[in-house]
């Protein structure tokens, strides 16, 4: 086909075949530019059948010529070609990282908490990767630990507690973890690295905030969909969950003109009622446990509210302190709680300057849901099936959603259909009944929507064990 050439047409789902009859016409226009004197008056039969079989065979290789070129956009390119446009990007498709944990240490001023000193939940231990020491204050900055094994699992808050590592007999020293720690995403997926892609190739022409995300993206252990750049008027609250907050902070670093213009999140007062005890309602999950201390200032109105207190939790976003304030002007506004655990600050140093780069590490928000199906099929549907394929869906669609994103009843009812299609036809289901609760809170959508809303600062989290699905 070197003569009469087939051209490449391009519409707007990319390369379009060729058509049949053309295929046809060039071939036998370039048969007969090489051999003079051919003609194509054969019998019928003779004639059909070469050509026939001779177009089939071009049109086989313009259909992989159609697929070949199709590949080269990023929205649909093959992984060996995704891999390049990455390279020619700088991101690299992430490799899976162990599970990690934000712990503190208290004790003696003045120990040195080195690289390597591992702690424990009592089934998992984590190792201290970029050392740290106990301040004047008896308590030292929040270190960031790996696990020791690869795998994925929970590390709920407060339950990195044991010193795996020995210490001297002089030293006192205890450990926690005030936020939960971040699970294991395993490898990245060619879907999630494809839009890692994208994001790299707009970044350019997309100003600072993309070009942001783009370099935390190529931090190892950062996992995408919990990465958010929040602009607070002229200040910027970085979001980034997994990843050593070293190469977190030096990406910050790297992408912002000005790092006096970062801020950490906010733990605001909504409320504060007037009891024998005081409940304080925050406007962000304060992930505070009965018997933390925490601080109040700024508050109005109810002004003897301010001041450091011991908690007593009632729900994610309430709490009660002992104030005795049934007799006292009302609460009118303002108050910011300290300290925030989510809030992370690095001191990195560019000599002869330092930099204190702070971010927020997200909290995780664990999603359970409880669904009842019915159906008017008279044929026998297999509830274990159902149960098994919507599951699975479901744990997809509430472990994709980016950070600071709502749930939606409707996406929840979507996912359910099309994964259960294949055992039951839309058409004979007759009900799905959604109960979601977050962090142990019955959720329902906001009213009028289904819109499912949790804390704007952080991620949602389940697996097949917190969903429970039924016929009923």
């Known amino acids: 086909m070197s003569g009469t050439t087939i051209p490449i047409v391009l519409g707007p789902a990319g390369m379009i075949p060729a058509a049949p009859a053309d295929v046809q016409t060039a071939l036998i226009a370039n048969v007969t530019a090489t051999n003079p004197g051919y003609t194509a008056n054969l019998p019928g039969t003779l004639i059909e059948d070469i050509s026939s079989t001779d177009v089939a065979a071009i049109l086989a290789c313009n259909s992989a010529l159609v697929e070949l070129v199709n590949s080269i956009t990023p929205y649909g390119a093959n992984q060996f070609l995704l891999n390049q446009l990455g390279q020619i990007y700088g991101v690299q498709q992430g490799q899976a990282t162990n599970t990690s944990v934000y712990v503190v240490f208290t004790g003696s001023p003045g120990f040195v908490i080195a690289v390597g000193f591992t702690v424990s939940d009592g089934t998992y231990q984590y190792t201290v990767q970029d050392g740290g020491i ?17 795998g994925s699992w929970a590390v709920p808050a407060n339950t990195v507690t044991t010193l795996a590592t020995s210490v001297p007999s002089t030293i006192t020293l205890s450990v ?31 100003g600072m905030s993309r070009y942001l995300k783009t370099l935390l993206g190529n931090v190892s252990g ?36 000005d790092t006096s213009t970062l801020i950490g999140s906010t733990m605001s007062v909504a409320s504060i009622s007037q009891a024998s005890a005081a409940i304080v309602t925050t406007t962000l999950n304060h992930g505070l446990t009965t018997g933390n201390t925490t601080t109040i ?15 007593t939790v009632l729900t994610p976003k309430t709490f009660s302190i002992p104030y005795n304030s049934t007799s006292v002007p009302a609460y009118t506004g303002g ?3 300290t300290p925030n655990a989510r809030n992370q600050s690095v001191t990195i140093t560019d000599y002869p300057n330092t ?10 928000q664990s999603v359970t849901i409880s669904l009842l199906w019915n159906t008017t099929s008279t044929n026998s549907v297999s509830a274990t099936s159902m149960a098994t394929l919507g599951s699975a869906a479901l744990v997809q669609y509430i472990n994709s959603i980016p950070v600071g994103a709502p749930m939606n009843l409707f996406e929840l009812q979507n996912a359910f259909q ?10 004979y289901l007759t009900r799905m009944a959604f109960t979601v609760s977050i962090n142990g809170v019955v959720t329902p959508p906001a009213s009028g929507t289904g819109v499912i809303a949790g ?13 429970t699905i039924a016929q009923g």
């Open 134 to 150: 106990i301040g004047s204050g008896g308590i030292s900055d929040s270190l960031y630990c790996l696990a020791t094994q690869s």
């Open 176 to 206: 926690t973890n005030p936020l939960a720690g971040t699970s294991s995403a395993g490898s990245q997926s060619v879907d999630d690295y494809r839009a890692q892609v994208l994001q790299a190739g707009l970044a350019a022409s997309m």
């Open 222 to 257: 950062v996992q995408n969909r919990l990465v958010s750049v929040l602009q607070n008027g002229t200040a910027w609250e970085i979001i980034v969950g997994g990843g050593d907050p070293y190469q977190v902070a030096y990406a910050i670093y790297s992408a912002l003109f």
């Open 297 to 311: 200032s700024g508050a109005l109105g109810m002004t003897g509210a301010n001041g450091t207190w011991t908690v």
């Open 335 to 337: 108050g910011v709680l």
């Open 355 to 364: 930099y204190i780069i702070p971010f927020v590490v997200p909290p995780v």
């Open 418 to 427: 099309l994964a259960t299609v294949s055992v039951l036809q839309t058409a």
């Open 455 to 467: 804390d704007p600062e952080s991620y949602f989290l389940t697996n097949s064990t917190l969903i």
